[in-house]
């Protein structure tokens, strides 16, 4: 029985074309039971285990256009913290057990004189800037620049996230595309795609990532870490949605792949590598996306996977880092410290700058940028009367300074302040301005029953056991499900010790009354950019690492790249050698791991060559005469897995030389097939050897030969 059928049975939704993305049939059933109750059971691989896989991973093949939602399979953008975008709920803090006991390393902490904005926070304003994550990962040496110019046709990165801005101009419109739902080129036999319209980013998380790994050179803005043109392919899978089915997970891994071979064909590059980014994740594992992930990694060694290892700061296991053939990163910040959010467990393998990392944002989106409000964020709040404890310190409030609440409306709000708490409720604050402290509900909730109550702006400071200078620089409304029917309100964000004094001076009676001044930015520029944190950062800018190294050095297979980022990473000289479950291996090295690589390279990838000849005539004579035509073919498979080595070049070459046997072409490349061929006249007689040899690698070198032997007869007298 089918894997179709199976699913079928079970009580899976099998659909040929979804009517609305957001309405998904989502039905019960578990593919342990319909196929067998190994697979996605732990680690052992089992004969049954590889059967499944085999035959889902070709049920997939030929089931790309499939709707199939498996119960409970969700993927989701992960809140981001404090310092990041996404308003979101209170993150876990670890229990007090739950340290690493593998590293001494001191958790992030903020800075008073900023306000933890990071270095990035004066960035590309003036001129083109080089953030802090890119230098920490050794992208912007002179020799990685120079890989990132020589080598960049070598590797696509498949970011798979919210879309991707086009409009901004610190992407290569030349060497990126995406993914389009429908039809490809209106061809109703091809596989139906289930994404969204790739070059629209509703939520600025994707054109952040794809950003970080490839924003340009080009004297403006930012640069990505391979920042010469590095090809991107996005595969918008979550589109306005905070979160999408796993099932489409795997078909957008699928949609990855094939246009990495459409690529290798259409520019004859056929040592092109692929580097999944994926920057978002859920505890959801299900079989079936477990088995295609195993199938996939197995069936191609010239794709690399990596996840966000989670944004809780807890040790949860989140999808798809969690699965063996992902790589699953951790954040830290410029001092290399593991990020306080960054989720720590066994399954963190390399971390990356994640805290407070600027890339590109949508144009459209420059305006509610908290980037962009940065020049005018002094003295956005002001007291009428200055509070009793803080009478000698007229600049508290810019100590850090004040951050607009994203999408907010500018504008300016005056009155008495109303201790809101936690917000969690309806606050009676007519004619009023909030005060909220961050946890136990969300942002978006905070700021409605504010508005419900009557009040006219809303300031929000951090939780109790965050460090007390903290603000929550960035977080924005623009997620936000429902808005207010009058509007939101000005919004601001402070530290918690600010944010502590006010509450102190209202529950000593005092009388506070404040001003919220919120300037309208008009900055709109096509190098839009912001200022995000969350191991989403992190994870594009270990993917350009790893792209970055595996450009040069073809010749390694996926998991070869993988070893040379894990021996070459480093972690702070007060932190436990060898692998810890917040920093992994540690972080993620391009030089090193590009010159560890040319010091011990890899052995190019097997290929199994065959030449054959056949006789271009009616007879069935085994040689042909002096003057006859014969076409030689060649196909070309991957040893270890015998796939088509499609786009492959092959060279022929004529022994005792080409005065004996002429060839229409001496260069040939492979098809989809692997095969390719060419015609070649006989012109003289006697034994005729032809070699064909398969090239690739960055160097070009040989990986795999045949031959043949042709003997030529006389013509007849």
Same mark, same amino acid.
């Given at each position: 029985?089918?894997?179709?059928?199976?699913?079928?049975?079970?009580?899976?939704?099998?659909?040929?074309?979804?009517?609305?993305?957001?309405?998904?049939?989502?039905?019960?059933?578990?593919?342990?039971?319909?196929?067998?109750?190994?697979?996605?059971?732990?680690?052992?691989?089992?004969?049954?285990?590889?059967?499944?896989?085999?035959?889902?991973?070709?049920?997939?093949?030929?089931?790309?256009?499939?709707?199939?939602?498996?119960?409970?399979?969700?993927?989701?953008?992960?809140?981001?913290?404090?310092?990041?975008?996404?308003?979101?709920?209170?993150?876990?803090?670890?229990?007090?057990?739950?340290?690493?006991?593998?590293?001494?390393?001191?958790?992030?902490?903020?800075?008073?004189?900023?306000?933890?904005?990071?270095?990035?926070?004066?960035?590309?304003?003036?001129?083109?800037?080089?953030?802090?994550?890119?230098?920490?990962?050794?992208?912007?040496?002179?020799?990685?620049?120079?890989?990132?110019?020589?080598?960049?046709?070598?590797?696509?990165?498949?970011?798979?996230?919210?879309?991707?801005?086009?409009?901004?101009?610190?992407?290569?419109?030349?060497?990126?595309?995406?993914?389009?739902?429908?039809?490809?080129?209106?061809?109703?036999?091809?596989?139906?795609?289930?994404?969204?319209?790739?070059?629209?980013?509703?939520?600025?998380?994707?054109?952040?990532?794809?950003?970080?790994?490839?924003?340009?050179?080009?004297?403006?803005?930012?640069?990505?870490?391979?920042?010469?043109?590095?090809?991107?392919?996005?595969?918008?899978?979550?589109?306005?949605?905070?979160?999408?089915?796993?099932?489409?997970?795997?078909?957008?891994?699928?949609?990855?792949?094939?246009?990495?071979?459409?690529?290798?064909?259409?520019?004859?590059?056929?040592?092109?590598?692929?580097?999944?980014?994926?920057?978002?994740?859920?505890?959801?594992?299900?079989?079936?996306?477990?088995?295609?992930?195993?199938?996939?990694?197995?069936?191609?060694?010239?794709?690399?996977?990596?996840?966000?290892?989670?944004?809780?700061?807890?040790?949860?296991?989140?999808?798809?880092?969690?699965?063996?053939?992902?790589?699953?990163?951790?954040?830290?910040?410029?001092?290399?410290?593991?990020?306080?959010?960054?989720?720590?467990?066994?399954?963190?393998?390399?971390?990356?700058?994640?805290?407070?990392?600027?890339?590109?944002?949508?144009?459209?989106?420059?305006?509610?940028?908290?980037?962009?409000?940065?020049?005018?964020?002094?003295?956005?709040?002001?007291?009428?009367?200055?509070?009793?404890?803080?009478?000698?310190?007229?600049?508290?409030?810019?100590?850090?300074?004040?951050?607009?609440?994203?999408?907010?409306?500018?504008?300016?709000?005056?009155?008495?302040?109303?201790?809101?708490?936690?917000?969690?409720?309806?606050?009676?604050?007519?004619?009023?301005?909030?005060?909220?402290?961050?946890?136990?509900?969300?942002?978006?909730?905070?700021?409605?029953?504010?508005?419900?109550?009557?009040?006219?702006?809303?300031?929000?400071?951090?939780?109790?056991?965050?460090?007390?200078?903290?603000?929550?620089?960035?977080?924005?409304?623009?997620?936000?499900?429902?808005?207010?029917?009058?509007?939101?309100?000005?919004?601001?964000?402070?530290?918690?010790?600010?944010?502590?004094?006010?509450?102190?001076?209202?529950?000593?009676?005092?009388?506070?009354?404040?001003?919220?001044?919120?300037?309208?930015?008009?900055?709109?520029?096509?190098?839009?950019?912001? =200022?995000? /944190?969350?191991?989403?950062? !992190?994870?594009?800018?270990?993917?350009?690492?790893?792209?970055? #190294?595996? *450009? @040069?050095? $073809?010749?390694?297979?996926?998991?070869?790249?993988?070893?040379?980022?894990?021996?070459?990473?480093?972690?702070?000289?007060?932190?436990?050698?060898?692998?810890?479950?917040?920093?992994?291996?540690?972080?993620?090295?391009?030089?090193?791991?590009?010159?560890? =690589?040319? /010091?011990?390279?890899?052995? !190019?990838?097997?290929?199994?060559?065959?030449?054959?000849?056949? #006789?271009? *005539? @009616?007879? $069935?004579?085994?040689?042909?005469?002096?003057?006859?035509?014969?076409?030689?073919?060649?196909?070309?498979?991957?040893?270890?897995?015998?796939?088509?080595?499609?786009?492959?070049?092959?060279?022929?070459?004529?022994?005792?030389?080409?005065?004996?046997?002429?060839?229409? /072409?001496?260069?040939?490349?492979?098809?989809?097939?692997?095969?390719?061929?060419?015609?070649?006249?006989?012109? @003289?007689?006697?034994?005729?050897?032809?070699?064909?040899?398969?090239?690739?690698?960055?160097?070009?070198?040989?990986?795999?030969?045949?031959?043949?032997?042709?003997?030529?007869?006389?013509?007849?007298?």
């Amino acid at each position: 029985m089918s894997v179709t059928s199976q699913l079928q049975q079970q009580g899976y939704s099998i659909m040929r074309e979804y009517t609305d993305f957001n309405s998904l049939v989502v039905s019960g059933g578990n593919i342990a039971a319909a196929a067998t109750a190994s697979v996605g059971s732990s680690s052992s691989s089992t004969p049954a285990t590889e059967a499944v896989a085999a035959e889902i991973n070709a049920q997939l093949a030929a089931m790309r256009g499939v709707g199939r939602v498996e119960a409970g399979g969700m993927r989701a953008l992960f809140p981001q913290p404090a310092t990041g975008m996404i308003i979101a709920p209170p993150s876990i803090a670890p229990p007090a057990d739950s340290s690493d006991s593998n590293s001494t390393a001191e958790e992030a902490v903020c800075s008073e004189s900023d306000g933890k904005l990071g270095p990035d926070a004066d960035l590309g304003r003036r001129g083109e800037g080089i953030p802090y994550g890119v230098k920490l990962v050794q992208a912007d040496d002179p020799a990685m620049v120079e890989v990132a110019k020589k080598f960049r046709s070598k590797v696509l990165f498949c970011v798979i996230d919210t879309g991707l801005d086009r409009t901004n101009k610190e992407f290569n419109n030349a060497t990126t595309s995406g993914c389009m739902p429908g039809f490809p080129d209106g061809d109703t036999s091809q596989p139906f795609r289930y994404c969204y319209t790739w070059y629209e980013d509703a939520n600025r998380h994707g054109t952040h990532t794809s950003g970080t790994i490839g924003a340009l050179r080009n004297g403006r803005g930012v640069v990505g870490v391979s920042s010469e043109g590095a090809q991107l392919y996005h595969y918008n899978y979550f589109g306005p949605n905070m979160a999408a089915s796993d099932d489409l997970e795997v078909a957008a891994w699928q949609e990855c792949i094939a246009e990495l071979d459409r690529r290798k064909l259409a520019t004859s590059t056929p040592d092109m590598k692929l580097v999944i980014s994926m920057s978002y994740g859920s505890t959801s594992v299900t079989d079936f996306s477990k088995a295609a992930i195993a199938a996939l990694a197995k069936a191609r060694n010239d794709v690399l996977w990596i996840a966000a290892a989670g944004n809780g700061g807890d040790n949860t296991t989140n999808y798809p880092a969690g699965y063996d053939e992902v790589i699953s990163i951790g954040a830290v910040d410029w001092n290399s410290k593991p990020a306080t959010f960054s989720t720590f467990n066994a399954d963190v393998e390399l971390a990356a700058p994640g805290v407070q990392t600027l890339s590109t944002i949508p144009v459209a989106m420059t305006n509610a940028s908290g980037y962009a409000a940065l020049p005018f964020s002094r003295d956005i709040l002001t007291l009428d009367t200055p509070l009793a404890a803080l009478a000698n310190d007229t600049n508290f409030f810019n100590k850090p300074k004040v951050a607009r609440v994203d999408g907010s409306p500018a504008g300016t709000a005056s009155g008495r302040l109303v201790d809101c708490g936690l917000g969690a409720e309806k606050c009676e604050a007519d004619g009023a301005i909030c005060l909220l402290q961050r946890g136990e509900t969300t942002f978006c909730e905070k700021l409605l029953n504010c508005a419900a109550g009557g009040g006219i702006g809303a300031i929000i400071f951090n939780r109790d056991d965050l460090p007390e200078c903290e603000r929550l620089a960035g977080v924005s409304v623009d997620i936000c499900d429902a808005a207010p029917e009058q509007g939101w309100t000005p919004a601001i964000s402070i530290s918690q010790k600010q944010g502590r004094a006010l509450r102190e001076a209202l529950a000593a009676g005092e009388a506070v009354s404040a001003t919220i001044r919120v300037t309208e930015v008009s900055q709109a520029n096509e190098y839009s950019l912001d =200022l995000l /944190s969350g191991t989403s950062m !992190a994870t594009p800018t270990a993917s350009g690492v790893a792209g970055l #190294v595996w *450009s @040069a050095h $073809t010749q390694c297979t996926a998991a070869e790249i993988r070893a040379a980022l894990r021996k070459t990473a480093v972690k702070p000289a007060n932190t436990t050698a060898g692998r810890d479950q917040k920093y992994g291996f540690g972080i993620v090295q391009a030089l090193a791991a590009h010159k560890y =690589l040319e /010091s011990n390279p890899c052995t !190019a990838s097997g290929l199994k060559v065959t030449l054959q000849h056949s #006789v271009a *005539s @009616a007879s $069935t004579a085994a040689a042909p005469t002096v003057g006859g035509r014969v076409t030689v073919s060649v196909t070309v498979q991957d040893k270890a897995t015998g796939r088509p080595a499609m786009g492959q070049r092959v060279l022929l070459n004529v022994e005792p030389s080409r005065k004996a046997v002429a060839c229409k /072409s001496y260069s040939l490349t492979t098809n989809k097939k692997g095969m390719a061929a060419t015609s070649c006249q006989m012109l @003289a007689s006697g034994n005729n050897r032809i070699t064909a040899k398969a090239v690739g690698g960055s160097s070009a070198a040989t990986v795999a030969n045949s031959s043949i032997v042709i003997r030529t007869k006389a013509q007849d007298s």
